[in-house]
């Protein structure tokens, strides 16, 4: 009876142990198992901080190879002759300027603009018109070299070439030409129309037809009679932009001792009006067509 309580004894306690033994060695399975990832972790740390040991090595190597070639691109450019190649890419840009220049006369040479290649450049005419007479010509002799120059030219004094130079001729050949075209234009314009009517309409005026050079300023005087009444008019025409032909400010001043009736006021200001939208000497025809009869008995 003891001998089997004692073996029953000894069975649970067998029991115990294997229990015991098992939870151990799963804790010694888990400790290793931990022991390996920290292994394999630090293995992996290792071979990384050994890549970037190399990666550093190729850098730092990369990094003189770089200086070494920016050394030998130094000492190479000093051995060149000073401005070799920025005068070769100069040269680029002329000969690029030159057949643009080229393309330009071409493609507006029946709007007024011609030319010829010279040995320094090209030389450019203007050829000027107004209401469909061709009327003068200019002349620009350009250089082409950097800067650009102009070596000799026939425009008249008092139009701003050297602004309109100054403002497009290193930067905008064509803009330079067309704005030259414009200001030589509009004084031609303005020039034909008042030799017209000098020429045209002499009879007309009460006296000589006062103008400035640049013909941006014209003063006369006219009048007009009804029956045995005479009207006498003073016009005096303001060309405040240099690139039109008609005047930007008009007067028309009543020049006789009694006042204007409402009627003729009215008649003064359409002068204005005309003087205002249409060349200075279809405004003269026109008044011949409307049965208005100017005079120069004025004295």
């Not at 840009?93 to 057949?99: C, D, F, G, N, T």
């Not at 030799?195 to 013909?215: E, I, V």
């Amino acid at each position: 009876m003891e001998r089997a309580h004692t073996i029953c004894q000894d069975g649970v306690s067998s029991g115990g142990v294997l229990a015991h033994l098992e939870r151990l060695e799963a804790q010694v399975n888990k400790s290793h198992k931990k022991s390996e990832e920290l292994q394999s972790a630090q293995a992996e740390e290792s071979a990384l901080e050994t890549k970037i040991h190399q990666l550093r090595h190729i850098r730092d190597k990369l990094r003189a190879e770089v200086k070494q070639r920016q050394a030998r691109a130094n000492a190479s450019s000093a051995n060149v002759e000073p401005d070799q190649t920025v005068e070769i890419s100069e040269q680029d840009v002329l000969e690029r300027k030159q057949e643009n220049m080229k393309a330009i006369l071409q493609a507006y040479h029946f709007t007024g603009l011609s030319g010829k290649v010279t040995s320094r450049g090209v030389c450019v005419c203007i050829s000027t018109a107004f209401e469909g007479n061709l009327l003068d010509s200019y002349f620009v002799d350009l250089v082409i070299q950097k800067p650009l120059q102009i070596h000799h030219h026939s425009i008249p004094v008092f139009i701003p070439l050297e602004k309109i130079a100054a403002k497009y001729l290193q930067t905008d050949i064509q803009h330079f030409l067309f704005s030259l075209c414009e200001y030589l234009n509009a004084y031609s314009g303005r020039k034909y129309q008042a030799d017209q009517l000098q020429s045209d309409f002499a009879a007309l005026l009460t006296g000589p037809l006062q103008r400035n050079p640049l013909c941006n300023l014209l003063s006369f005087t006219y009048k007009v009679d009804l029956g045995d009444r005479s009207f006498p008019f003073c016009a005096r025409l303001l060309y405040k932009d240099l690139t039109r032909t008609l005047p930007t400010d008009v007067t028309v001043t009543y020049q006789g001792m009694e006042a204007l009736s409402t009627a003729w006021e009215k008649h003064r200001a359409s002068h204005e009006t005309l003087f205002c939208t249409v060349p200075l000497h279809r405004v003269f025809a026109s008044f011949s067509r409307e049965g208005e009869k100017l005079d120069l008995s004025l004295s």
